[in-house]
């Protein structure tokens, strides 16, 4: 399995942007479809973007459609989510998975590996 470093997370206000990286040792993300997932106290995870590796097409969760972006880096290794106009409603830890199904409108973490993820705190 791939192990990931998610990083970037911290606290911000209001409309405020962040720009979180998933990044791994010892393989390359390229080859990879990436999923980014967010979980708040008390709630479920839910799903809020996704990447494929072949066609570098993406998926975004309506919640954040418009203020979010996917984006990749292969000389870097690294898969970023920016997050622009930042809400209180966005304030989670936010974990990136490595290795997911990509479908055309949805990502199936359940065969990925997980990091251990970033928090992020939107204040109003």
């Known amino acids: 399995q791939v192990q990931l470093v998610e990083s970037g997370g911290g606290l911000v206000q209001a409309g405020g942007s962040l720009r979180l990286s998933c990044a791994a040792s010892g393989r390359t993300l390229s080859t990879y479809n990436i999923g980014w997932f967010r979980q708040a106290p008390g709630k479920e995870r839910e799903f809020v973007a996704a990447?494929?590796?072949?066609?570098?097409?993406?998926i975004i969760a309506d919640s954040v459609k418009g203020r979010f972006t996917i984006y990749r880096d292969n000389a870097k290794n690294t898969v970023y989510l920016q997050m622009n106009n930042l809400k209180p409603g966005d304030t989670a830890v936010y974990y990136c998975n490595a290795g997911g199904r990509y479908r055309n409108t949805y990502y199936e973490a359940s065969l990925g590996s997980w990091g251990q993820g970033t928090q992020v705190t939107v204040s109003s």
């Open positions: 990447i494929s590796w072949s066609t570098t097409s993406t």
